[in-house]
């Protein structure tokens, strides 16, 4: 478990008489305005999108880790994408950060693993990059399907901003590793799509 049952938002619940998934608007009940940290999604979405946070931090420590891999191995146009990405992910993290202190959460947060250091080539690099965003995709897919559920639309519109972000993600990582793939070993090849990668521009704020 990620959290003790004690914890302040469970406190909370208590103050407001919910016992389960949802919190309602009891303040009218017992004559009170809404108190500032009060939460309007479920405990389990709350809980499911602290993992979600934490996973988005991971991937931004993950794609540094392959940028300072790159660096290391004179990739020097990969390592920039590469620290393109981590700030991009970065920014998803905030993204969820924000809409949880909307949402009146007590944002606590989690540790972050640390990434691997080392990946054998730049084709592999892009290759654990591409796995882990498919693994990003299902997670945010299932978050979907639990706010569908519960029918917290809200969520879910945010969660769709993610999920369409993936299909680019994927689709971007994807073609480099097919140029990647295309050229091996060839030095003048990697050089040249060394290049187009440093080329990429900065993502607009998400
Ligand atoms: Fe924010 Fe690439 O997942």
């Known amino acids: 478990m990620y959290r003790a049952a004690s914890q302040p938002w469970d406190q909370r619940r208590c103050l407001v008489g919910q016992s389960s998934t949802k919190v309602t608007v009891a303040t009218a009940e017992v004559g009170l305005s809404l108190p500032k940290g009060t939460t309007v999604i479920s405990e389990s979405m709350e809980g499911a999108l602290s993992e979600q946070l934490n996973h988005e931090f991971y991937s931004a420590y993950l794609y540094l880790a392959m940028s300072a891999y790159c660096s290391h191995n004179n990739f020097n146009g990969a390592a920039q994408w590469h620290q393109l990405q981590f700030e991009e992910e970065h920014q998803h993290a905030t993204k969820i950060y924000d809409y949880l202190m909307d949402q009146g959460v007590h944002v606590q947060l989690l540790p972050i693993p640390a990434p691997p250091s080392e990946f054998g080539s730049i084709l592999e690099v892009f290759e654990a990059s591409l796995a882990h965003e498919q693994d990003m995709t299902g997670r945010l897919n299932e978050l979907s399907d639990q706010a ?32 990647l793939k295309l050229v091996k070993d060839d030095g003048y090849g990697l050089l040249m799509i060394d290049n187009e990668l440093g ?8």
């Not at 029918?151 to 369409?164: E, G, I, S």
């Not at 080329?199 to 998400?206: E, G, I, L, Q, T």
Request: glycine content about 4%; proline content about 5%.
């Open 148 to 179: 569908l559920k519960e029918k917290d639309h809200a969520t879910y519109n945010l969660l769709q901003w993610f999920v369409n972000e993936q299909v680019e993600e994927e689709a971007s990582v994807g073609g480099i590793i097919a140029k």
């Open 199 to 206: 080329s990429r521009p900065a993502s607009p704020a998400a």
